[in-house]
């Protein structure tokens, strides 16, 4: 019913920047809070950024001060400013929503298939 359709990433040297974009559609009444998780290999899946419809943000320490997350206006979307790439940063990175759905008003959690990120020193 809800799918999260994600786009943005790509290989980058050390100290650029890429923007993800994800964007939820389907039958979607509200969105509660969108982010941003990402995993490495070897590692378990991490927060990254979060944001709530009150705009509350979250950030991993190890991202803060370098990513910004941030919804659009319809707040269908969600978008994660990242700078100052590190290579400790590379990892396939997932879209999350959490909401209700238009047709039975269901709480529902969906992910993107995720999108990779690699940053080569």
């Known amino acids: 019913q809800v799918q999260l359709v994600e786009s943005g990433g790509d290989l980058v040297q050390a100290g650029g920047s890429l923007r993800l974009s994800c964007a939820a559609s389907?039958?979607?009444?509200?969105?509660?809070?969108m982010g941003w998780y990402r995993q490495a290999p070897g590692k378990q899946r991490e927060m990254v950024a979060t944001i709530t419809r009150g705009g509350t943000t979250d950030y991993a320490d190890s991202v803060k001060g370098r990513f910004t997350i941030s919804r659009d206006n319809a707040e269908n979307t969600v978008l994660l400013q990242m700078t100052s790439l590190k290579p400790e940063d590379s990892a396939a990175y997932y879209c999350?929503?959490?909401?209700?759905?238009?047709?039975?008003?269901?709480?529902?959690?969906?992910w993107g298939q995720g999108t990779q990120v690699t940053v080569s020193s």
């Open positions: 389907g039958s979607i009444s509200s969105i509660n809070a």
């Open positions: 999350k929503a959490e909401g209700r759905t238009d047709k039975w008003s269901l709480p529902f959690t969906s």
